[in-house]
Each structure stands twice: as structure tokens, then as C-alpha cells.
């Protein structure tokens, strides 16, 4: 059921087994799971079914970086959480991206890709995916176009999935309703977590609505699944019996933020007589939308001591209709717009939404156009590529989310952002690049001109993915992590962190897969203690 605190008079403790803060595709994906296991849970929603500008303005915090990123609007405080935001590209991480590295003390998950397989099986279905097939020799023989002859001791295919996207709201919203085991509660901030006097537990979470209707949840067992920024906040404030924040005892919450460089940069030109339309266009096979991109091996990433990042090859052409250079701020608001009236819904933020088109009246009519004649105007095929990707960043403690000076509307302090992008990570893009150029040369397709520099390269060059990961990392050392295999906070007992700020590392994969798949195996841990 879900029910709104802001209309509720009782003032009476909220009381349960398990509390689970966050609806989110963690969040939530935990509450279904124990709710189909027989499992009774709180469900707690800071913000209400829907978007408002009030609830997500308590996201606003501060970015000290240069880099170009936003702490803010790249989240959603709202039922169904940043699902809203999401592009729906679905990809486990490899099994190499939970491997210790040589040479560096920050990789190396508590488990391995293995023992979160059986739970991306089943992710596969709360995201609307295919079949859990994302290597190559799965779809090469039904697929419509062959791969590129490359040296496969070198260069391999990745596979991404493509969800319509899955927008948690939208597909769970009335089934969290209608389920008598969930007590889903709306608007419901926690502004403090308390702890049992003298001990390792916690006891309750103070909550409150923005109105000053304040109560207080207790539980056995405690959940925070609200994002990597905002966990990290969360037990950053929590200092009422924790000078530092609870799970901070070491100082490491916060500490780890990382995100995937979104970059496009060096540009293949492939020979006349070479069919590259695999990588050109989404592939529908069998029911699945695929996109196909260029990988390295393990066994080159481990030699060379380079970061895991898939490459995808986007094309260029001569006529201006098929640049897609119109796709920004309003073009992705317009379309949101399209999408939600096309269901017979009103978009969420329509009023912020309808001004960003109006300011980008040009690039959307532009859109508009390019679309309409590409319906009547087959392109030519694409001989140029641009190489895109989501790169991978090395672990580094001092990318970290803080507290800033700024307090909320309950005395809470807000959250600073310092992400830090560092030149050896992207001089070791550029040789992934390399080691792709040298193989399209070697098997006499085409060449390749690098698009970042030897030294020095431009740390501007590298936007956000909007994948914040890893403030409240998991280690089996709590020297080296806030959380254990388990996601149990190691300094307290009943505590758990889901989502993705307990990645240890964040590979190169779009974190939504993982994110459920980790959120599944957490309420199986959690159903198996009862």
C-alpha cells in the first residue's frame, strides 16, 4: 500500500521488520523481492508519486570540480527514483572489473561476476531486457551483419541491451500499491539515524515532511538505497552519536566517487568495400535490441595495466541531416514530452520541460526536420566513425562527495561534489584507442586518427555519464570500504547500503543492471536472516 505522511494525522512510531529507504530500482526492487518471499517491509519516498520542484530542490548541493557534471537535476526525488532518467542500456560488467588489478590498491570487489550471474538473470526481466546473452558467440549466428576481422586476441565485440527504457514509476507504482506486504510511505525525509545507546545497531530513522510532520520508523533491519550522492550525505549527517557519520569511522564515506567519462573522440575511416553495419545501428534480433561496439581483451587490459571501456562507433556523414548535433537540452526535453503524450500521460516537469523548448526552439525544429527527410532519404553508408564511449575510472579516494557548508530546509547539510578526472585515465583511452587502430591497419580496413593528445590531454574533454558509484564502497577490509560482500555497513550491525555507491569499481558498464542484480541478491541475504 502507499499512503502520504503529509495527509496522515497519526503521529504514531511507523513499526516493522524490515525498512528500506529509496524507491529506486534498488529500493524497490528489494521491497518486491521480499514482499513475493512473504517479508513485510517499510518502504520510505522522500518525495511524492510524481515529480516536484519542492522535494527535488532538497537535491540541490554544490560542484567544486571543473568537470562537466551536475549534482542535481542528474537525479530524480520521486517515486520510481533517477529510473526516470534513465537511457535503458543494459550490460553486466565484466568479469575482469571485479579482478584486482596489478599495481593498484583500489580494485578488487569482495565477490566476483559469478556469484551475481543468477541475479542478472533475473534483473533482465525488472528492466524489460532480453535473454542474459551478452557475448558475441551468443548472437553471431543469428545476427544480420558479421563482425570486423580483427585480431580477436586483441579486440573483441561487446554487446549492450537496450530497455524501452524501464521506468520504475511507470511499471511498479501500482504494484507496489496493490502489495498488502509493502508499507510504502511518501514524503517521508529522513533527516537522522539513530543508533541504540551504547551499541552497533540502529534503532530508528527520524523522518520528516517538508510540512514539519515529523515520526519515527524503527525497524530490525535498515536499508538506505537513495543514490550515491545522497547515501553518502545521509551518513555524512547522521553525527548525533558519530562525530564523523556513521560508517565514516575510517573516513571513507564519500570517498571513491566515480563516473563514467563520456567521450567521443578519435575518428576510424574504414575502406569502401568494408561493411560496418553492425556497429552503425541498434540491431534488433530475436525480439532483443542490441548495440555493437569494440572492446580489448582481458588479457590485453591486464598487460598493458588499462581501465575496461566499451567503444562504440558513431557515424558521421556528409549530409546534414543525419548529424545529430541538434540533440541537447531542449531536443531531450521535447522528446520526453512526445514519449509521455503518446502514452495519454502528462510529462513530468512540464513546465520546466516546455521552456527548455521554447529556449531551444531552433535545435528542436531542427530535429524536427532532419527526421522527417531521413524517413524519405536512405543515407549513404557510413565510411566515418567517431569513437564514443563511457570510460572507465581508475579508484581514487580523493573524488569524493562531502558536506558542504549550505543546510537544507531540516538543518541537514547539503552535499558537495569534487569529481576528479585524471590525465592517466584518459592517456590510457587513447591507447585503447591505439591498440583499435593498429588492429583495423592490420587487417587492412581502414585507419584511424587519435582524437586525444600524448600530453596533457584536456580533462574538458570527458562529460559526465550520470553514473554516480562508489561513495560507500564495498571491500572486504574495512580499511578499504564502508561495506562488506553482504552490503552490510562493517561498523554497524543491521545497516545496509543498495545501489550503486557500493560499487567497488565501475568497470564501463551503464550501472542499472548491476544495480538490480545487487539489489535481488540483497533480499535474498536479507530473507535468508529471518
Known amino acids: 500500500m502507499i499512503t502520504d505522511l503529509e495527509t496522515q494525522a497519526d503521529k504514531a512510531d511507523i513499526v516493522g521488520d524490515i525498512c528500506i529507504v529509496g524507491t529506486g530500482p534498488a529500493g524497490l526492487t528489494i521491497a518486491l523481492e521480499l514482499a513475493a518471499k512473504g517479508r513485510s517491509v517499510i518502504l520510505l519516498e522522500a518525495g511524492g508519486e510524481a515529480y516536484e520542484a519542492e522535494s527535488q530542490a532538497l537535491y540541490e548541493g554544490k560542484v567544486v570540480s571543473s568537470g562537466h557534471i551536475d549534482i542535481a537535476d542528474s537525479r530524480l526525488r520521486q517515486f520510481g527514483g533517477t529510473s526516470g532518467h534513465w537511457t535503458g542500456v543494459c550490460v553486466p560488467m565484466d568479469p575482469i572489473d571485479f579482478e584486482p588489478r596489478a599495481g593498484s590498491t583500489g580494485h578488487g570487489w569482495p565477490i566476483r561476476r559469478s556469484d551475481l550471474d543468477p541475479f542478472y538473470v533475473r534483473a533482465q526481466s525488472y528492466l524489460d531486457a532480453g535473454p542474459f546473452r551478452y557475448g558475441w558467440t551468443d548472437w553471431r549466428s543469428i545476427g544480420p551483419h558479421g563482425e570486423l576481422p580483427l585480431d580477436p586476441a586483441r579486440v573483441k565485440v561487446a554487446i549492450h541491451q537496450q530497455s524501452p527504457p524501464t521506468r520504475y514509476a511507470e511499471k511498479y507504482l501500482e504494484t507496489a500499491r496493490a502489495e498488502r506486504r509493502i ?182 525544429a531542427t530535429g524536427i526536420y532532419r527526421h522527417v527527410r531521413r524517413k524519405v532519404q536512405p543515407p549513404a553508408r557510413a565510411r566515418a566513425f ?70 596533457d590531454p584536456d580533462p574538458a574533454i570527458a562529460y559526465s555519464g550520470y553514473h554516480h558509484m562508489g561513495t560507500t564502497r564495498m571491500h572486504a577490509e574495512p580499511a578499504l570500504g564502508v561495506v562488506d560482500a553482504d552490503c552490510r555497513v562493517h561498523t554497524v550491525k543491521n545497516l545496509y547500503m543498495a545501489g550503486s555507491s557500493v560499487f567497488t569499481t565501475g568497470g564501463c558498464a551503464n550501472p542499472t543492471l548491476t544495480i538490480v542484480a545487487l539489489a535481488i541478491r540483497l533480499a535474498e541475504h536479507l530473507a535468508a536472516k529471518a
Open 386 to 455: 567517431i569513437l564514443r564511449q563511457d570510460a572507465e575510472q581508475a579508484p581514487n579516494p580523493d573524488s569524493r562527495v562531502t558536506l558542504g557548508e549550505s543546510v537544507d530546509r531540516f538543518g541537514m547539510n547539503t552535499a558537495t561534489l569534487d569529481w576528479r578526472i585524471a590525465s592517466d585515465d584518459l592517456l590510457k583511452l587513447r591507447r585503447m584507442h591505439e591498440i583499435i587502430g593498429t588492429a583495423i591497419g592490420a587487417a587492412g580496413l581502414g585507419r584511424m586518427q587519435i582524437g586525444i593528445p600524448q600530453q
Open 183 to 364: 508499507d510504502c510511505r511518501l514524503h517521508a525525509n529522513v533527516v537522522d539515524i539513530m543508533l541504540a545507546s551504547g551499541s552497533d545497531r540502529v534503532e530508528s530513522l527520524k523522518v520528516s515532511t517538508l510540512a514539519g510532520a515529523v515520526r519515527t520508523v524503527r525497524a530490525k533491519t535498515f536499508v538506505i538505497a537513495c543514490g550515491a550522492v545522497e547515501n553518502a550525505r545521509l551518513l555524512l549527517n547522521a553525527r548525533r552519536q558519530r562525530p564523523a557519520g556513521i560508517g565514516n569511522e575510517r573516513g571513507l564515506v564519500g570517498r571513491y566517487f566515480n563516473d563514467h567519462m563520456t567521450i567521443s573522440a578519435s575518428r576510424i575511416v574504414f575502406n569502401e568495400s568494408v561493411d560496418s553495419d553492425l556497429y552503425r545501428l541498434s540491431q534488433f534480433v530475436h525480439g532483443a535490441q542490441l548495440h555493437v561496439g569494440l572492446a580489448l581483451t582481458p588479457d590485453v587490459i591486464r598487460k598493458e595495466g588499462l581501465n575496461n571501456t566499451h567503444s562504440f562507433l558513431k557515424p558521421t556523414y556528409a549530409d546534414a541531416i543525419y548529424s545529430d548535433d541538434f540533440r541537447n537540452y531542449g531536443w531531450v526535453s521535447f522528446s520526453a514530452m512526445v514519449q509521455a503524450f503518446s502514452r495519454g500521460s502528462l510529462p513530468d516537469r512540464f513546465a520546466e520541460r516546455y521552456c527548455d523548448v521554447v529556449d531551444d526552439v531552433g535545435g528542436v
